[in-house]
Each structure stands twice: as C-alpha cells, then as structure tokens.
Nanobody
Framework: QVHLVESGGGLVQAGGSLRLSCAAS????????MGWFRQAPGKERDFVAD????????NYVDSVKGRFTISRDNAKNMVYLQMNSLKPEDTAVYYC???????????????WGQGTQVTVSS
C-alpha cells in the first residue's frame, strides 16, 4: 500500500502561483509514475501531469503546458506541482496519484490522495 497526502492548495488571484506538494509513504518502491489530476465542480476528474519516478520523464495536458511544472524528490518521497499564471478555469480539487504502471494519462491509478482545493479568483 502507498499512502498519499497533498498540501499547498488555497485561494489565489488570477495570474498568481501556487505549489502543491504530495508526500508518499508506505510501499513507495512499487511506484513507477506519480502525477496530478484535477476535478472541477460538476466535471470528471482529469489528468494534469505525470512524472516517472526514476527518470523524471514528464507529461502534461495541453492546457497547462508552459504554466505548470511537475517535479519529484525521490529522497523525500515527494512530488510537486508548481502552478504559475493561474487562471479561474484552473479552479478544482487537485489529486495526487501514484501508479505501479504507466497508466495515469489514461485516468487509471493504483493509489489516490484525498485532494486539495485550488481556487483562482478573477
């Protein structure tokens, strides 16, 4: 089992920045990819970005490319999402995910965090 805990959400004005953090604990040796998803009110949970745990290979959804950066610190079992130039449409609950395969971009994950709210005001 892998336990994920997100932090760093909050309220920010459009154009501002936030950094989300996700702490992984438990059987972290089983993680192959980690990533972030988001779910806006009344919408489905969508893939945002992922990163390979060993090689740092990253992938992003087109709507956040150039604004968001995903990174990881293997020694601390942490993954981060730096969000810049935030827009009101980025408002959502953001979820950390960890998978033993490479399935995050397909919306599949072995483990999920509880989510952290990000609200961007116009």
């Amino acid at each position: 089992q892998v336990h994920l805990v997100e932090s760093g959400g909050g309220l920010v004005q459009a154009g501002g920045s936030l950094r989300l953090s996700c702490a992984a604990s438990g059987r972290t040796s089983s993680i192959y990819y980690m990533g972030w998803f988001r779910q806006a009110p009344g919408k489905e949970r969508d893939f945002v970005a992922d990163i390979s745990w060993s090689g740092g290979i990253t992938n992003y959804v087109d709507s956040v490319k150039g604004r968001f950066t995903i990174s990881r610190d293997n020694a601390k079992n942490m993954v981060y999402l730096q969000m810049n130039s935030l827009k009101p449409e980025d408002t959502a609950v953001y979820y950390c995910a960890a998978d033993g395969n490479r399935r995050l971009r397909f919306g599949v994950s072995d483990y999920w965090g509880q989510g952290t709210q990000v609200t961007v005001s116009s």
